[in-house]
């Protein structure tokens, strides 16, 4: 079956670095994808990564490695306003979506 | 700005009545778009994928004379809620993807619907 696992639940400090991880299982690969999702909001589009390596975007990067079948969105300099869910969706060969549970993230001043 | 636009945002109707909910690409064409159901802390269902101008698609346990989808032109699609019962109350999205390499995935607002 196809699977996507990422961490329930982080907690960081504002101004700190934080590193969520996110595994996957899926029939094929085409492209992973990074949500960001406040309570009650639609998710909104972060990263996309289908080639090994790191991608950054200012205080956010996302890193593929696909042999491991493994991702991670890197936050840096965290704002409370970075307070959300963290959504990681791998795209299969059918080029559907498949989503993993989301990493609610918590930061502290 | 938003470039994939969902309306409404909250829609409040009573049990066995119908909702429709729109969704619009606003500054690219889309041949297929998607529609999820998001439970309250659960990830996105995928529901259904909209085809411009044949029938959508549906996952398994979807059902279709329940979830009308029409995607009528490139830019808009629309989902119909029939016969609305107190557990179709979810937050619905859709979602489309922008781009000629298909990397961008944009969501709408989303739409919170309470069947009272």
């Known amino acids: 079956g196809q699977n996507i696992d990422q961490p329930t639940e982080m907690t960081a400090t504002e101004g700190a670095i934080v590193q969520i991880n996110c595994t996957y299982q899926?029939?094929?690969?085409?492209?992973l994808f990074w949500y960001q999702q406040h309570a009650g909001e639609a998710p909104t589009f972060l990263s996309y990564?289908?080639l090994d390596g790191l991608e950054e975007k200012g205080r956010f990067s996302s890193f593929l490695s696909r042999s491991k079948g493994y991702s991670y969105l890197l936050l840096k300099e965290l704002q409370m306003k970075d307070s959300a869910s963290y959504l990681c969706a791998v795209r299969d060969s059918n080029y559907q979506l498949i989503w993993g549970a989301g990493t609610k993230l918590i930061i502290k001043p | 700005g938003a470039v994939v636009s969902q309306h409404p945002s909250r829609v409040i109707c009573k049990s066995g009545t119908s909702v429709k909910i729109e969704c619009r690409s606003l500054?690219?064409?889309?041949?297929?778009m998607f529609w999820y159901r998001q439970f309250p802390k659960q990830s996105l269902m995928l529901m259904a994928t909209s085809n411009e101008g044949s029938k959508a698609t549906y996952e398994q346990g979807v059902e279709k004379d329940k979830f009308l989808i029409n995607h009528a032109s490139l830019t808009l699609s629309t989902l119909t809620v029939t016969s609305a019962h107190p557990e179709d109350s979810s937050f619905y999205i859709c979602s489309a993807f922008r781009g000629t390499m298909n990397t961008e995935a944009f969501f709408g607002q989303g739409t919170r619907l309470t069947v009272v």
């Open positions: 899926t029939s094929g690969f085409n492209g």
């Open positions: 500054d690219f064409q889309a041949t297929t």
């Open positions: 990564n289908v």
